[in-house]
């Protein structure tokens, strides 16, 4: 059936360093990718997302790559923050109902 | 600024019990969700709803029903509440191949 992989699951890095979390999802007809952050006792809130006909996008410290031929998308965060310990969540569309997201990674910025 | 509210952020019910999670939504989205949350396990859908009175079964709907009576509200209803519906639910809305806003939450605990 349709999934989204996402690894890792955990990732501790030091305030400056980048954080990279990857997915990879099963469903060619998927054209919407977002992804969530969520931080502790809130929902997942949407900080970025890239459609199927761009291969990145940039929104300050924060940018998502797509390879539709591999079925891979990314998550990069720049100079990382105590602030950007969250749980992110990457989520895979084909522009239906259905949203297919992954197990979720929980990053911890170590001060 | 876009808005879906749960009516409750914790909830305690006894074993058997008919609970309800009620969602709000104030966007005029089409689409609705409730999914669950469990460590490890990700976002999973329970049901979702394209339209009034329209429903659709998701991965995990055993045990849960719902109901939309009207656009911007969508009810999640535990008929027999058990220990192990013990969880965060998360209700969202979304436009047809658009992205999806998340509430807050409802940390439902059976016991």
């Known amino acids: 059936g349709e999934n989204v992989e996402q690894h890792p699951s955990t990732l501790s890095v030091q305030e400056g360093d980048s954080a990279v979390i990857k997915c990879t999802y099963s469903?060619?007809?998927?054209?919407?990718f977002p992804w969530y952050k969520q931080e502790l006792g809130k929902g997942p809130q949407l900080i970025i997302d890239?459609?199927?006909?761009?291969g990145e996008k940039k929104d300050q410290r924060i940018a998502v790559t797509l390879n539709k031929t591999a079925k891979h998308f990314s998550l990069h965060i720049t100079e990382t923050q105590p602030e950007d310990s969250a749980v992110y969540f990457c989520?895979?569309?084909?522009?239906?109902?259905?949203?297919?997201f992954g197990t979720g990674t929980r990053l911890k910025v170590l001060a | 600024d876009v808005k879906v509210t749960q009516s409750s952020r914790y909830l305690v019910k006894r074993t058997g019990e008919k609970v309800f999670l009620e969602c709000v939504q104030d966007?005029?989205?089409?689409?609705m969700f409730w999914y669950r949350q469990d460590p490890g396990l990700g976002l999973r859908l329970i049901y979702f709803?394209?339209?009034?009175?329209?429903?659709e079964k998701g991965d995990i709907p055993e045990g849960y029903s719902v109901s939309r009576e009207k656009k911007e509200r969508f009810s999640l209803i535990l008929e027999s509440a058990s220990t192990n519906q013990t969880s965060m639910y998360l209700c969202?809305?979304?436009?047809?191949?658009?992205?999806?806003?998340f509430g807050q939450g409802t940390r439902l605990t059976v016991v």
């Open positions: 969202a809305s979304s436009l047809t191949g658009g992205l999806a806003f």
């Open positions: 469903d060619s007809a998927s054209n919407y």
């Open positions: 890239i459609r199927s006909n761009v």
């Open positions: 989520a895979a569309t084909p522009g239906t109902y259905k949203y297919i």
């Open positions: 966007m005029d989205h089409e689409n």
């Open positions: 709803s394209y339209d009034v009175k329209m429903k």
